[in-house]
């Protein structure tokens, strides 16, 4: 995760985007090796910004 953010640190609707995300990325995964995934790693990657920015913002 992204600089020092723990999960408490993601609102309720980021943790199920993020649990969501991680779900689809594991049914991806189980389809081979040469299946992309990157595109919802961006995603999770976005949304821990989000949260950081916040944190970072929140202080």
């Known amino acids: ?5 723990r999960f408490s ?8 985007r993020i649990a969501l995300l991680t779900a689809r990325m594991a049914k991806r995964g189980m ?3 040469d299946v992309d995934i990157s595109d919802l ?9 989000q ?7 929140g202080k």
């Open 31 to 33: 389809a081979g090796m």
């Open 9 to 16: 640190d993601f609102t309720a609707g980021e943790k199920a």
């Open 51 to 57: 949260a950081a920015r916040r944190k970072k913002n």
């Open 41 to 49: 790693q961006r995603k999770v990657e976005r949304i821990e910004k």
């Open 1 to 5: 995760m992204a600089d020092d953010i």
